[in-house]
C-alpha cells in the first residue's frame, strides 16, 4: 500500500518515547475496565474486522449501504498505520474490542484519524474511558481535533458530552457532509 500520507519521521519526533514503548495501561474509574497497548502486527486482522463491524453497524435506517474510511477493512493499511503513528489497540479481559489511530499535526496538536469499538460494546462507557486516557497519556497535546459523518448524531452528542466544540462541516463527497470538532486543553482553550 505504500505511504498513507504520513510523514512516518514527523510521527516519530512528535510522538517521541510513547511510540517506541508500548504504553499499556489500564483505564481508571467507569463501569468496564480496559486496558490500552501498542496495536501490533498480528492485531492487524482483528482490528480490521472489529472495524467493518463498527461502521457497517453505524449506517442509519433506509439509507444506502456505506462503507466506511478508507483503509478500514484492510490489514494492510492497519500495519502501515502501525508503523507511522500510534496506533492503539483497546482490550477489555483478554479481547481486542477497538482502536484507536492518532495522526500529529504539530507539538500541540493530534487529530484524532479513528476511535471505533466493536458495536457489542457500545454504551458500556469504553470509548469515554479512551478519550479521556488518550488526553492523559498525551497531555502535550492542547488541541484535539476529530470528524465524524453529519448523519451519526449518536457521535456528534459522544464528542460534544467530551467537551468537543463543533467548528465546522465539510462535503468530503457529494451529499456527505463530516462534521469536524475541536477540543482545547489549557493554555489553548
Not at 501498542?38 to 453497524?57: C, K, P, T, W, Y
Not at 497519556?137 to 492542547?142: A, I, L, V
Request: hydrophobic content about 40%; glycine content about 10%.
Amino acid at each position: 500500500m505504500g505511504n498513507v500520507g504520513i510523514n512516518p519521521r514527523a510521527s516519530l519526533l512528535l510522538f517521541g518515547h510513547k511510540l517506541a514503548a508500548d504504553f499499556t495501561q489500564r483505564a481508571e474509574g467507569d463501569k468496564t475496565m480496559i486496558r490500552f497497548a501498542r496495536a501490533a502486527e498480528e492485531d492487524a486482522a482483528e482490528l480490521a474486522q472489529i472495524q467493518m463491524r463498527a461502521f457497517h453497524s453505524q449506517n442509519p435506517p433506509g439509507f444506502p449501504k456505506l462503507s466506511g474510511p478508507p483503509g478500514y477493512d484492510s490489514v494492510t493499511w492497519q500495519i502501515e498505520m502501525m508503523k507511522q503513528v500510534p496506533y492503539t489497540k483497546i482490550i477489555e479481559g483478554a479481547t481486542i474490542v477497538g482502536g484507536l489511530v492518532l495522526l500529529p499535526k504539530s507539538p500541540t496538536h493530534c487529530h484524532v484519524e479513528r476511535i471505533y469499538l466493536d458495536p457489542l460494546c457500545h454504551g458500556r462507557g469504553i470509548g469515554t474511558q479512551t478519550m479521556k486516557w488518550m488526553e492523559k497519556t498525551w497531555p502535550e497535546y492542547k488541541q484535539w481535533t476529530l470528524r465524524t459523518p453529519a448523519f451519526h448524531v449518536g457521535n456528534q452528542r459522544f464528542y460534544e458530552g467530551l467537551g468537543y466544540l463543533r467548528v465546522g462541516e465539510r462535503e468530503v463527497m457529494p451529499g456527505f457532509l463530516m462534521v469536524e470538532y475541536e477540543k482545547r486543553i489549557g493554555e489553548l482553550a
